[in-house]
């Protein structure tokens, strides 16, 4: 029995390390303060919405000049160079 509270006794110093531990992290401090919490999701947010922006900014861009490549194929061919010659004079 002794062995059994020995173990138990190790055990329960590991996982209270491992909770100090834990606690220290980085990730934990952050969320510790509301208004930490809310200035990093916030900034969070900006570079999703940014990142979303210009990755689909450059691929319509990419598309459309794809597009304005293909002249062979009548219908999608006037259909392309009439998106290039859109994205290339805004009136």
Do not use: C, Y
């Amino acid at each position: 029995m002794t062995d059994d509270s020995a173990d138990l006794k190790d055990a329960i110093a590991r996982l209270g390390d491992e909770v100090a531990r834990l606690n220290s992290h980085r990730f934990v401090r952050i969320h510790n303060k509301p208004s930490r919490l809310i200035w990093f999701q916030f900034m969070r947010g900006l570079a999703f919405g940014l990142g979303s922006a210009l990755g689909a900014t450059m691929l319509v861009s990419l598309v459309a000049w794809w597009l304005s490549q293909i002249e062979f194929l009548p219908i999608i061919g006037e259909w392309a160079r009439q998106i290039a010659d859109q994205i290339a004079d805004p009136r």
